[in-house]
T-cell receptor, first 117, second 116 residues
Framework: DVKVTQSSRYLVKRTGEKVFLECVQDMDHENMFWYRQDPGLGLRLIYFSYDVKMKEKGDIPEGYSVSREKKERFSLILESASTNQTSMYLC????????????????FGPGTRLTVL | AQKVTQAQTEISVVEKEDVTLDCVYETRDTTYYLFWYKQPPSGELVFLIRRNSFDEQNEISGRYSWNFQKSTSSFNFTITASQVVDSAVYFCALSEDAYNTDKLIFGTGTRLQVFP
């Protein structure tokens, strides 16, 4: 079974702090994703990565950066946390088998509920 | 523009009732994939089904069934004889082939509460 783990289930930080959210997957997946989930807004894509050191902005990248130094690990960084970044953060991964077979399902981690005070 | 609409924010039913969750999508691509995910109170999204745009056959899996209609751009999900364990938030999602990266566009979700 694919396992996606996130470093913390709950996190409380202060405004202005630098925050690191870590995600690790154990199934050699090519793609990894970071979403935030807010009530009434569903899941919104922050960043995704389709290979080591490769990244692309999602729909709401402002205030975030990412790092993918190893295939299994994808980190989300809040350079200077603000209260409007209080949210649930979900990491996901997918295999991606190439253009002819695309549309693989994403496997999700348990989420990190971040509160910024 | 790509978009997924789940107009039902919250649905409450009593156990054993049938319930249908609606999903309407917009896309310009001819090749795309549709998904349903379940998010129980524990928070982790669980994959339920994937459908590609060339396969309009309805699917049944136990008490779950899905109705895909390209003519109305809908991919509805029905739970037959609902149970308390079905209580969760359900998300419909769309993945287009254009970017070849499995990116998903999610709807806003429907919270289903099943009462005993």
């Amino acid at each position: 079974d694919v396992k996606v783990t996130q470093s913390s289930r709950y996190l409380v930080k202060r405004t202005g702090e630098k925050v690191f959210l870590e995600c690790v997957q154990d199934m050699d997946h090519e793609n990894m994703f970071w979403y935030r989930q807010d009530p009434g807004l569903g899941l919104r894509l922050i960043y995704f990565s389709y290979d080591v050191k490769m990244k692309e902005k999602g729909d709401i990248p402002e205030g975030y950066s990412v790092s993918r130094e190893k295939k299994e690990r994808f980190s989300l960084i809040l350079e200077s946390a603000s209260t409007n970044q209080t949210s649930m953060y979900l990491c996901a991964s997918s295999l991606y088998q190439g253009r002819t077979l695309g549309g693989d399902e994403q496997f999700f981690g348990p989420g990190t509920r971040l509160t910024v005070l | 523009a790509q978009k997924v609409t789940q107009a039902q924010t919250e649905i409450s039913v009593v156990e054993k009732e049938d319930v249908t969750l609606d999903c309407v999508y917009e896309t310009r691509d001819t090749t795309y994939y549709l998904f349903w995910y379940k998010q129980p109170p524990s928070g982790e999204l669980v994959f339920l089904i994937r459908r590609n745009s060339f396969d309009e056959q309805n699917e049944i899996s136990g008490r779950y069934s899905w109705n895909f209609q390209k003519s109305t751009s809908s991919f509805n999900f029905t739970i037959t004889a609902s149970q308390v364990v079905d209580s969760a938030v359900y998300f419909c999602a769309l993945s287009e082939d254009a970017y070849n990266t499995d990116k998903l566009i999610f709807g806003t979700g429907t919270r289903l509460q099943v009462f005993p």
